[in-house]
């Protein structure tokens, strides 16, 4: 039977759920007679998870999409810009211990290797970390400037930027977006079964004070409980806690000092003796929270940790313990059923990939939904394809992060650095990179995750020297180095001395909003 995708079902209302929710609709023109029917049930008990601040640049496409306004979005979800992320105390915990990696490439990225350069001039006055020789956000970051100024029309940009956001806001804001402009239905109920069909597919799901409700195509955004995939399809889970062993958080929301307070432009993530703890600045107050290892550190000493790191605010602080189990589903999709965000799997928020993948999961199944049940099957191989590959990809990238740290004070440092815990490929990648930098050639990909020059700003951020001296030609363009280490200057002094502090630059877009074009 050829049966046409007219409804798709969304079970979840956070962030995956509604976002997903949005690109189908504002791709199939929900709110149009002959568009796709969408339809959104979540619970009216089981919270969203509530956190998840920080974004990438993704998101100013994924808002686009939807036809939402970028001044509306950040007056109403206490956004704020991100333009990277400030490492601290990653490589051997001193103070002036920190790197950069912003979100702008390396200077003239695209035509040659500045790594290479950058490396063969360690030693000589004047040279910077990379991220400052190569890069003019680490300047703009670290003088708290924002990524454009109030004259940049919406989403545009001076410098490469995403945002944080204050999760709970945001949901509420896309909901009402979604359901307003975009033709979305919302049900609020408890989705109490899964009903099936004799080819397995879900027939429909049943509720508490609903009817049952149909559907073509089911998306599970139930978060970690996985109601659909996990729990009626028994897709196992993957668990990649070997390799990355981050498993509890607590979390805090810390208010500023006082109204005009700065606003950082980054996330910093400062290493911990058995983790690490992410700062983020919102408009109203910072979202401020522990992941650690319960391996190598008791709940008592994590919020030791945390109470040192926030200071005299601590103690009237509300500290939300969250488990976290690392890793992903080893499908997304089976029969007519797709798992998006937590119901698909999660990893440590080293580097905010959460969201990225939410983005991207809405992105391919809205852009490649499948006419009909005949090629369903088709769109789920590739869909499960492609995010495999990217599960993966992401988790070698959080790993590279632990195994060039050179800390010893406690366990968890030393055990990540065992060869063990390293994945092959991971390791692969190494063994090429101690010769040369990353490239776009060792990512062959079409969905590639992150960069060459995210490993790039990683590795070199963190101190790893790759051996030129048997290629020594690579350097044979200095002309072309000497140019690009020049532009970097002139660029970083023109964005320091033009472009607002980035609460001076929020403050005028909630009074006046950006241009719009
Ligand atoms: C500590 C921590 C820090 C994080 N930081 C970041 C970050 O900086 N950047 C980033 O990108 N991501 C981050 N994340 C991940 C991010 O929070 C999530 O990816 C994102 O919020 C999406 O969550 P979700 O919608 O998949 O699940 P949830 O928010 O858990 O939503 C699940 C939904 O399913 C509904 N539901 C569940 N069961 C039923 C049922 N039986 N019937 C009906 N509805 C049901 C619930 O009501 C809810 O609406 C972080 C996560 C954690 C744990």
Same mark, same amino acid.
């Given at each position: ?97 920190? !790197? &950069?990696?912003?979100?702008? =490439? ?15 001039? /360690?030693?000589? +006055? ?25 004259? @940049? ?27 307003? $402009? ?63 062993? *981050?498993?509890?958080?607590? +979390? ?64 009237? =602080? ?5 488990? *976290? ?8 999709? /089976? ?25 991207? %999961? ?23 394809? @492609?995010?495999? &590959?990217?599960?993966?990809? *992401? ?31 991971? $390791? ?6 101690? !010769? ?20 790039? !700003? ?7 020297? %790759?051996? !030129?001296?048997?290629? @020594? ?16 200057? $002139? ?27």
């Amino acid at each position: 039977m050829n049966k046409l995708t007219k409804k798709v079902v969304v079970v979840g209302g956070g962030i995956a759920g509604w976002l997903t929710a949005g690109r189908l609709a504002a791709k199939h023109k929900s709110n149009t007679e002959q568009g796709l029917t969408v339809v959104l049930v979540e619970s009216p008990n089981i919270p969203a998870i509530g956190v998840g601040e920080g974004t990438w640049p993704t998101m100013r496409s994924t808002l686009s999409a939807l036809g939402i306004s970028e001044t509306d979005f950040i007056r109403e979800c206490d956004a704020s810009f991100k333009q990277g992320a400030k490492f601290a105390k990653w490589v051997d915990g001193s103070e002036d211990d920190f !790197y &950069y990696h912003p979100l702008v =490439l390396p200077q003239g990225f695209s035509q040659g290797d500045l790594a290479a350069h950058w490396l063969a001039k /360690q030693g000589q +006055a004047g040279t910077k970390s990379f991220s400052e020789d190569v890069c003019f956000q680490e300047s703009v970051c670290e003088n708290g400037l924002a990524p454009k100024t109030i004259r @940049t029309p919406e989403f545009a940009a001076v410098a490469n930027y995403a945002y944080h956001l204050d999760s709970v806001k945001f949901s509420v804001f896309l909901q009402k977006h979604c359901t307003e $402009k975009l033709g979305v239905t919302h049900i609020i109920d408890n989705v109490t079964g899964v009903n099936s069909a004799p080819n397995g597919d879900i027939s429909s799901v049943s509720t508490e004070n609903n009817a049952d409700i149909t559907g073509d195509l089911f998306v599970d955004c139930t978060g970690f409980s996985s109601l659909l995939l996990g729990q009626h399809y028994q897709v196992p889970f993957k668990s990649c806690s070997d390799v990355l062993f *981050i498993d509890t958080a607590l +979390a805090v929301q810390v208010p500023y000092d006082d109204a005009d307070s700065p606003i950082a432009s980054h996330t910093v993530s400062t290493g911990q003796e058995a983790g690490w703890i992410w700062d983020i600045g919102l408009q109203h107050r910072r979202g401020v929270g522990y992941v650690y290892s319960s391996k190598y550190s008791s709940e008592e000493q994590a919020r030791e940790v945390l109470a040192k790191y926030v200071g005299d605010k601590f103690s009237s =602080l509300t500290v939300r313990k969250i488990p *976290i189990v690392s890793g992903h589903r080893e499908k997304m999709w /089976q029969n007519n059923c797709v798992a998006v965000g937590l119901s698909a799997g999660f990893l440590e928020p080293l580097e905010a990939s959460a969201l990225v993948m939410v983005e991207l %999961s809405a992105q391919m199944i809205s852009e490649q939904l499948p006419q009909s049940r005949d090629i369903m099957d088709i769109a789920a191989k590739r869909f499960n394809e @492609t995010f495999l &590959y990217r599960w993966e990809k *992401i988790i070698d990238f959080l790993k590279l992060h632990y195994i060039l740290s050179k800390r010893t004070d406690n366990a968890f440092w030393t055990d990540n650095r065992n060869p063990e815990s390293i994945p092959e490929s991971l $390791k692969e990648a190494m063994a090429l990179w101690q !010769y040369r930098a990353p490239a776009d050639h060792d990512f062959t990909s079409n969905n590639e995750v992150f960069p060459a020059a995210s490993y790039q !700003y990683v590795l070199y951020g963190m101190g790893f020297k %790759s051996d !030129y001296s048997q290629n @020594t030609y690579a350097l044979d363009n200095i002309d072309f180095a000497q140019h690009q280490f020049a532009q970097n200057k $002139k660029l970083t002094d023109k964005a320091v001395s033009t472009l607002p502090k980035n609460r001076e630059l929020i403050n005028k877009i909630i009074e006046f909003g950006f241009n719009r074009i």
